[in-house]
């Protein structure tokens, strides 16, 4: 090639080399001029933008304009529209940002937005449903959605926002400026019907993160169904979505598989800004199964319900559009451990145990606190709850055939045994928990049940006791109470139970032999060849001021009778009682009826897992109900040497009465 040439075309090059590098260099431009030119495509979209620092112009890779200290709101003419005496408030405010223009419109002189990407802007959220700044951009963008048009930013990236100005009813709390705590794509590209879209938020210290896919802009706001799949995550828990949505004239409606899982719903609960009844005794938690969500609610017509260990099916519905969460269920289960229940029960109401002081380690230790039974904290929503069970478990306890029910309404709870069978028993009650009137500090409680054909050996063995007494028993209780814990509860309980047994047998120990020598003969429990046979056995205790009465006790069996009186504090948690044995003769041949003899004495004293018993005199007096501070009950003498002591458990020494004997067969044991 000739020098000539060559050095032309060398020219040409480097004038199109420096042409491209021109064109991909930011070129500053008016920044009125350029944001007008900029507003016309955005007025398509019900949005007109200022700027007030400088801006760039970029025509490579594709054009663009960059401005600062931006600001978008809501078209005036629009805005008065809704509501002429609001001012234009800004729905973006601050930041950079960069406007991408279609090439092809660009030449022929029109504005059409291809992409938009938003950096460190202050975003307001819509006040309400029908907020005006949001509100027409809004219906705009649908209107022209729903109208086909293919023209759209195929885009949009917001990066280090900060959200501000929430809704009043959404009872939550400002973002910080500046935080930055927003990160927003979506892309849908020109090619694709399908619009796809990711979040990352910095909430309440908090990261969380939200995707969307699969969505169909053009079927959803045309009112067809379209699919969609939704994941969220969070530092205590994930949800996942998939299936169907449909933009009808109430609101929008989906359908199809979700699920859930928290490893601590009050913690997820607490992020969210929402509450449901009970919530503090549940940690780990997850639902899945079909849902038809709307602005009426969540309906969950076959759900999977996992909490701890249990699993439990059924279906069930939530309302969150009243100011409390309204939470109905019917929950079915092979088996159930409730253990958890009541170890969430001591969690949230047992004593508090005291901190060590760090200065005097060796100081004296202080007795525990006791916690609040306060309910506000268990009735943030209303809650319908139906439980069945084929088995349940409570530590060494198997209970068959569950049903019941936990009704949460106002600052009420109400829950119902409405049947269980355990070792051949019927069992049925209720207790219900409201704040007491006058003082809503105080909880009234208020507690009853029934139970039939107890088998009360059966139930011994459960409980890892011997198994000293048999027969079937019955019983019934009726009791309440008011304070502000546990202890003032257990000061104040009041009200009635009574127990019956029938055809029962006493083993290990042979009260008519006690009655014939005055006294229990020496290693008779050890040989555990004692029997007593009982017709009829009963006791009924009358509870006042958390001292119960033992107002009759009694025992009849072929050849003697027994009865007790005396009480039992669940304060202080001691038993103090008089217990009276005699034989049983026949009366004269021309009498009817039976006359007792007189016979032996004893007196039972002592704490509950410690109790005493020694062979008392006539002239010996048991207090009565009202002498809460008498010996035996408050701090009263001690037994003599020669009383007998009761073990607490397990298999009692030659010579002394099993451990755990109820107060009507205690008090005929040596």
């Known amino acids: 090639m000739p020098p000539r040439r060559l050095i032309s075309a060398l020219g040409f090059g480097a004038l199109a ?22 507003s016309r495509g955005l007025e398509t979209y019900g949005l007109a933008l200022s700027a007030d620092g400088p801006t760039h112009l970029s025509l490579l890779p594709l054009p663009h304009l960059r401005f600062s200290r931006t600001r978008l709101t809501a078209l005036p003419d629009a805005l008065h529209a809704s509501s002429p005496d609001l001012s234009p408030e800004p729905l973006a405010d601050g930041g950079r940002l960069t406007i991408e223009l279609s090439l092809l419109a660009l030449l022929s002189g029109q504005a059409e937005i291809g992409g938009i990407a938003l950096d460190g802007a202050t975003l307001a959220l819509p006040r309400g449903i029908d907020d005006p700044r949001w509100a027409e951009p809004m219906a705009r963008v649908s209107a022209r959605l729903a109208q086909g048009v293919t023209s759209h930013p195929r885009r949009i990236t917001v990066t280090r926002a900060t959200l501000a100005g929430l809704a009043p009813s959404a009872a939550e709390p400002e973002a910080e400026p500046g935080s930055g705590n927003l990160d927003v794509v979506l892309s849908w590209p020109m090619w694709s019907a399908s619009l796809d879209g990711a979040v990352a938020l910095r909430w309440k210290g908090e990261s969380a993160r939200f995707a969307l896919t699969g969505l169909r802009p053009f079927d959803f706001l045309a009112g067809r169904a379209t699919p969609f799949a939704a994941t969220a995550s969070w530092p205590a828990g994930s949800l996942a979505t998939q299936g169907s949505a449909t933009l009808a004239e109430d609101g929008v409606k989906l359908a199809g598989q979700g699920s859930f899982e928290t490893r601590s719903l009050p913690e997820t609960l607490a992020y969210l800004g929402r509450d449901v009844a009970l919530s503090p005794f549940i940690e780990g938690f997850a639902l899945d199964g079909s849902f038809e969500a709307s602005k009426e609610g969540l ?5 999977r319900v996992s909490v701890g260990r249990n699993v439990l099916e059924g279906a069930g519905s939530a309302r969150f559009q009243e100011a409390r969460t309204a939470v109905q269920a019917t929950l079915a289960a092979d088996s159930l451990n409730l ?31 006791h916690r609040p039974v306060a309910l506000k904290p268990l009735t943030g929503g209303d809650l319908d709850l139906r439980l069945s069970a084929a088995s349940s478990r409570i530590g060494p306890v198997l209970l068959e055939d569950l049903a019941a029910s936990v009704l949460v309404r106002g600052d009420t709870i109400e829950a119902s045994l409405g049947r269980a069978s355990l070792q051949g028993a019927t069992l049925k009650g209720r207790i219900a928990l409201a704040p007491a009137e006058g003082d809503e500090a105080e909880t009234e409680v208020k507690a009853q049940g029934a139970f039939d054909r107890l088998d009360l050996g059966a139930l011994l063995i459960d409980l890892g006791q011997s198994r000293w007494v048999l027969g079937g028993t019955q019983g019934q209780f009726a009791l309440e109470s008011v304070g502000r814990d546990v202890a003032a509860l257990t000061e104040r309980v009041s009200g009635r139970a009574v127990l019956a047994s029938e055809g029962g047998l006493i083993t290990g120990l042979d009260l008519a032999d006690v009655i014939h020598r005055g006294k229990p003969a020496p290693g008779a429990l050890a040989r555990r060849n004692g029997r007593t046979p009982f017709e009829r056995a009963g006791v009924t205790l009358r509870f006042a001021d958390g001292i119960g009465e033992i107002a009759e006790g009694y025992l009849k069996a072929s050849a003697l009778t027994a009865s007790l009186r005396g009480q039992i504090s669940l304060i202080e948690r001691r038993f103090q009682a008089r217990a ?5 003769v026949a009366a004269s041949l021309g009498g009817t009826g039976e006359a007792p003899r007189a016979g032996a004495l004893f007196e039972i004293a002592g704490p509950w897992d410690a109790v005493s018993i020694r062979p008392a005199r006539r002239e010996e007096t048991v207090p009565d109900a009202g002498s809460r501070g008498d010996a035996g009950v408050r701090g009263g003498p001690a037994a003599p040497p020669e009383a007998l002591r009761l073990p607490p458990a397990g298999l009692p020494p030659a010579g002394l009465p099993p451990a755990g004997l109820p107060a009507a067969a205690r008090a005929y044991a040596p």
């Open 17 to 38: 080399v420096a042409g491209l590098a021109a064109a991909c260099l930011p070129w500053r431009v008016a920044t009125p001029g350029a944001a007008r030119f900029v």
């Open 339 to 369: 253990a958890p229940l009541l170890g969430g029960l001591v969690r949230l109401f047992g004593p508090v145990a005291p901190e060590p002081n760090p200065e005097a380690p060796d100081s004296a230790v202080e007795a525990p606190a």
């Open 299 to 303: 309906m969950l017509p076959s759900l």
């Open 580 to 584: 009276e044995l005699a034989p049983r």
